[in-house]
């Protein structure tokens, strides 16, 4: 059984940072990623990372500010956020796949999510 599983999320002040966990189970992927919706909005693509690191792509609204990584010897991939807006606030889920996506196409799995919360 395949399962995604996030971790770190929490509650921050404007400027501060978090870093989100996602841990897979089952099988690997060749690619792994973060969505998030906010309340009120669709879920948005925030970034994606290839099997070997090489490949990153990111919405251009965390562009500079999240960075994306994986250790594949845990299964686990990483989300670093800094320099966190309130506008950053929404659930944010755990994407894998062994077909790229992004702004135009979904993952086959998902995690459940976990909440961010920036206060101002």
């Known amino acids: 059984q395949v399962q995604l599983v996030e971790s770190g999320g929490g509650l921050v002040q404007a400027g501060g940072s978090l870093r989100l966990s996602c841990t897979a189970s089952g099988r690997t992927f060749y690619y792994m990623g973060w969505f998030r919706q906010a309340p009120g909005k669709e879920r948005e693509f925030v970034a994606i990372i290839s099997w070997s690191g090489g490949r990153t792509s990111y919405a251009d609204s965390v562009r500079g500010r999240f960075t994306i990584s994986r250790d594949n010897a845990k299964n686990t991939e990483y989300l670093q956020m800094n320099s966190l807006k309130p506008d950053d606030t929404a659930v944010y889920y755990c994407?894998?796949?062994?077909?790229?996506?992004?702004?135009?196409?979904?993952?086959?799995?998902w995690g459940q999510g976990t909440q961010v919360t920036v206060s101002s």
């Open positions: 994407a894998a796949s062994d077909e790229y996506f992004g702004l135009r196409s979904s993952p086959d799995y």
